[in-house]
């Protein structure tokens, strides 16, 4: 599956952006999704996944009730939402894609979309 992330961009602080993740390839519902980000000087860290049938999410504890992660299989798109943004959420956004949700890392990986927040 091949994954392609946007809907980056400037956004103050309090403010909401919306990314998308747009796959191709193979049956993109059978896959679970993750959403990732890496700012600067720091690793990547997890930030939401959803599984194959969009029924279960899970969040990371710095987004939770902030971020929400959603798909839409027969479009073959996932999405995070993202409001009350903070500084601390500017980072390099990738989502990520793999048969099992709890794999580490995930297999596939798209390119990432930058989400700046100026405070």
């Known amino acids: 599956v091949q994954l392609q992330a946007s809907g980056g961009g400037l956004v103050q602080a309090g403010g909401s952006l919306r990314l998308s993740c747009a796959a191709s390839?193979?049956?993109?519902?059978?896959?679970?999704v993750g959403w990732f980000r890496q700012a600067p000087g720091k690793e990547r860290e997890f930030v939401a996944a959803?599984?194959?049938?969009?029924?279960?999410?899970y969040y990371a504890d710095s987004v939770k009730g902030r971020f929400t992660i959603s798909r839409d299989n027969a479009k073959n798109m996932a999405y995070l939402q993202m409001n009350s943004l903070k500084f601390a959420d500017t980072a390099v956004y990738y989502c990520?894609?793999?048969?099992?949700?709890?794999?580490?890392?995930?297999?596939?990986w798209g390119q990432g979309t930058l989400v700046t927040v100026s405070s």
């Open positions: 390839g193979r049956a993109f519902s059978t896959y679970a």
């Open positions: 990520a894609a793999d048969p099992d949700i709890l794999n580490t890392p995930y297999s596939y």
């Open positions: 959803i599984s194959k049938n969009g029924h279960n999410t």
